[in-house]
């Protein structure tokens, strides 16, 4: 995450103290789920982009602490038996997850952060903070309109993209174990979802911590 908690208030427009959230993004590729989380970042400053771990050597531009967290295999090992990490998945030889602490902060100064991972990665998150979760699954508006973008990016190989269409199955398969669903037939319109959803869930009571006091003073109970 690059934004501070130092950046910003953790009071709403109304003095009343929040909680951040942690919001989770998943779809199958092509869906449009990285368009989406771009639009969102570029747009609010209270949302800022989870940092995760790695064991995988940084790649030419890259930034410690900026675009991954680099640490050696015997360090993230540490990292997970001592319960330092909220999600933590294998991909190919490298090891990635979620360092707890700077999400924990930031949540605490009432910034939400913004989560690119799997519907794995999304049920350990669950099973870890479940009351700070709100996860949406990104669905395509039909299976030749998600092959038809695949192909559109024209980056990947045939046996690449029928890879893809055919994890898309499984994937997919899990969106009854999100909060909310969109389907993106239109980006910005589904752009416009998410961020009615973020503008809900920022007003549960239960994440409006400061709301007691906020009620007292309108009281005028000391």
């Known amino acids: 995450m690059t934004k501070s908690a130092e950046t910003f208030s953790a009071d709403d427009?109304?003095?009343?103290?929040?909680?951040?959230?942690?919001?989770?993004?998943s779809s199958p590729s092509g869906a449009g789920k990285s368009t989406i989380a771009r639009a969102l970042l570029s747009s609010d400053p209270r949302l800022s982009m989870s940092v995760s771990a790695t064991t995988r050597p940084p790649r030419p531009g890259e930034i410690d602490g900026k675009d991954y967290h680099f640490v050696d295999r015997t360090r993230f090992e540490a990292m997970v038996r001592d319960s330092q990490l909220l999600e933590h998945a294998r991909v190919f030889d490298n090891y990635y997850g979620t360092p707890k602490t700077q999400v924990e902060q930031a949540l605490a100064a009432g910034l939400d952060v913004l989560f690119d991972i799997d519907w794995q990665g999304t049920q350990q998150l669950a099973q870890n903070a479940r009351a700070d979760l709100v996860s949406i699954f990104i669905l395509p508006p039909s299976v030749a309109?998600?092959?038809?973008?695949?192909?559109?990016?024209?980056?990947?190989?045939?046996?690449?993209?029928?890879?893809?269409?055919?994890?898309?199955?499984?994937?997919?398969?899990?969106?009854?174990?999100?909060?909310?669903?969109?389907?993106?037939?239109?980006?910005?319109?589904?752009?416009?979802?998410?961020?009615?959803?973020?503008?809900?869930?920022?007003?549960?009571?239960?994440?409006?911590?400061?709301?007691?006091?906020?009620?007292?003073?309108?009281?005028?109970?000391?």
């Open 13 to 25: 427009s109304n003095g009343i103290r929040r909680r951040g959230l942690m919001l989770v993004l």
């Open 145 to 222: 309109e998600l092959e038809r973008r695949l192909r559109g990016r024209a980056q990947d190989s045939e046996e690449v993209v029928r890879n893809r269409m055919n994890k898309a199955g499984d994937e997919m398969s899990h969106w009854p174990e999100y909060d909310y669903i969109v389907v993106n037939n239109d980006v910005d319109c589904s752009v416009a979802s998410v961020k009615a959803i973020i503008a809900a869930e920022r007003l549960k009571r239960d994440r409006l911590v400061g709301l007691p006091d906020f009620v007292r003073r309108l009281r005028g109970v000391d």
